[in-house]
């Protein structure tokens, strides 16, 4: 297992890049919910057997209150969220609202909601912020400038995931489960769901192109489903609330994926946005430290 800062910022990359491959299959025909079954059908299958020893019937060691809520926080439901949110809104806003605000709601609930204290550089909060702003701000004003009409539902949808994800890799960290257990479990529940959508998605779904299904379907349900969401709850449980910050590379891993695999270009403010998130993350990933109490 390479360090959790390295993993981390390899988790980064797969969710970086993550747009770009889901552009490609939108570009051969493929809508939101033949990702998702694609997506859920692959991950689950490749699952099943760990899930199976694991033990099924007792939630494979997660409990079924704990592993039902995990599964409505990063299930279906969460990838149905945020491609609501792309929607209604420009990707760019996404780029901007659900990276920055995961951190923030990572703290806000860890501190609150399950008494975990750490102290969390506000420079490097703020230097990420910044960072994202530029990144997102670049997109905007590439696409015209002017949001749709209606893009607060999306903002809002941008929201709501960031919320969900940030509760989802924190009640990990809480419950101390095992990454791959959670991992399982959700697919498991997830490859249920497909199963029973599959009457009703897969006639439609099959008729796409191949190499485009089975492109979402090996990046989607494993690198992202499995492979970097149980490497992540590994980060989250040794690096605690600074491991979220590592969302904001993502949207800059984005970029530069967009530049070199679909030509577009990087601007001046896409640049120091880079900068700034890079200093932020240094910034964060060295000043974060547990708030010691009384008697410790």
């Known amino acids: 297992m390479p360090p959790p800062l390295l993993s981390g910022i390899l988790v980064a990359l797969i969710w970086g890049v993550q747009p770009v ?35 099924l019937r007792g939630a494979c060691g997660v409990g079924w209150k704990r592993g039902l809520v995990l599964f409505l926080l990063s299930g279906p439901l969460f990838s149905l969220v945020l491609v609501a949110g792309v929607n209604y809104a420009p990707a760019s806003h996404g780029a901007l609202i659900h990276p920055a605000l995961t951190p923030l709601f990572g703290m806000a609930i860890g501190r609150y909601a399950l008494g975990q204290r750490e102290r969390v550089s506000l420079w490097g909060v703020a230097l990420l912020l910044a960072g994202l702003v530029l990144v997102a701000l670049n997109g905007i004003l590439a696409s015209g400038g002017l949001a749709p009409d209606g893009a607060w539902r999306g903002d809002l ?83 605690g609330v600074k491991a979220l910050m590592l969302n904001a590379l993502s949207p800059l891993f984005g970029v530069l994926a967009s530049a070199w695999i679909l030509g577009e270009t990087l601007s001046v403010s896409m640049m120091i946005g880079a900068v700034a998130i890079v200093a932020g993350l240094g910034v964060t990933m060295t000043k974060t430290r547990p708030v010691r109490t009384p008697g410790q």
């Open 21 to 55: 491959i889901s552009r490609y299959g939108f570009q051969q025909g493929l809508t939101p919910l033949d990702a998702t079954l694609m997506r859920f059908l692959t991950s689950g299958v490749l699952i099943l057997p760990f899930a199976w020893r694991r033990g």
């Open 157 to 239: 949808l941008f929201v709501l995931s960031a919320l969900m994800w940030s509760s989802y890799l924190m009640l990990n960290r809480a419950w101390k489960i095992a990454p791959l257990d959670a991992v399982a479990l959700t697919q498991v529940l997830s490859l249920a769901c497909m199963l029973l959508a599959l009457p009703w998605l897969g006639t439609q779904t099959f008729s796409k192109p191949a190499s485009a299904l089975l492109l979402q379907s090996a990046y989607h349900g494993v690198l992202v489903s499995i492979v970097s969401v149980a490497l992540f709850n590994w980060v989250v449980a040794r690096l």
